[in-house]
């Protein structure tokens, strides 16, 4: 067993892990090679890092796969992420279902290529009954997109007569959020060393852990989720409280 798993305490891990898998495409660059060559190599590490999660105890585990800003990337690139996704979708259903791991997904999904949309309902289906862990990727998904699309519901709602504008509170914001099913999660990892967002679960994030790692995607394997669990670990969670109010 890892020495760094060993000193994870499994009575205080997050139920919900989300990252932000970036660097695909400096890596390749590094090793000079296209950044498809990156984005392929970067499987490996979704494979790693589902299947740590799962070991040690997480329920659920959220990828930011594609964003709706990434249809402006080069039509080579993009073409060619749709087609990985096709085929990683096809060769890892059984490795989803060998690990107990049920897939589900978040964002514009219907409007993603027929053969991406194809493969993913076909891996949300054939992983339905599974129960160790749900592991969440976002497909063209953006949070202000979110947002802005929970902001529409709740307005037609209003409109309707279903409810008040003066009744209105964080939870039916909340229920109408694409993330409405899974709890908020408590740690947020992005790899690459960049220290942003980008758009990404930007309501759920407002009292998540975020840890920050030089690692380019493609390099991110189990010790280094590993890591990240233990970082979290070692922090104080307060929500507004202070220390004392927190220990009492």
Request: without cysteine; positive net charge; hydrophobic residues 35%.
């Amino acid at each position: 067993m890892s020495k760094l798993k060993e000193l994870i305490d499994k009575e205080r891990l997050p139920r919900h892990v989300a990252v932000i898998m970036d660097g695909n495409g400096r890596w390749a660059k590094k090793h000079g090679r296209p950044r498809v060559f990156g984005h392929k190599n970067g499987v490996q590490s979704v494979r790693e890092t589902s299947e740590a999660a799962a070991e040690i105890g997480i329920e659920y585990l959220t990828l930011y796969a594609f964003s709706r800003e990434n249809w402006k990337r080069p039509k080579l690139e993009v073409n060619a992420l749709m087609s990985l996704l096709v085929d990683t979708l096809r060769k890892e259903i059984n490795t989803l279902n060998d690990n107990n791991i049920k897939l589900e997904a978040i964002g514009d999904i219907k409007k993603l290529p027929a053969k991406s949309y194809t493969s993913l309902m076909e891996g949300i289906e054939n992983t339905k009954n599974n129960s160790r862990m749900t592991l969440v990727l976002a497909l063209n998904y953006s949070s202000r997109w979110e947002i802005t699309e929970a902001a529409r519901k709740l307005s037609e709602d209003v409109k309707k007569g279903i409810i008040d504008p003066q009744n209105i509170e964080e939870g039916n914001i909340i229920s109408r959020l694409e993330t409405n099913r899974y709890p908020d999660p408590e740690l947020l990892i992005r790899t690459s060393g960049e220290l942003r967002i980008s758009n990404f679960l930007l309501w759920q994030i407002a009292y998540s852990e975020l840890y920050f790692t030089e690692k380019y995607w493609p390099e991110f394997n189990k010790e280094e989720f590993y890591k990240a669990i233990i970082d979290y670990q070692s922090r104080e969670r307060r929500f507004g409280l202070i220390s004392e109010q927190i220990k009492t």
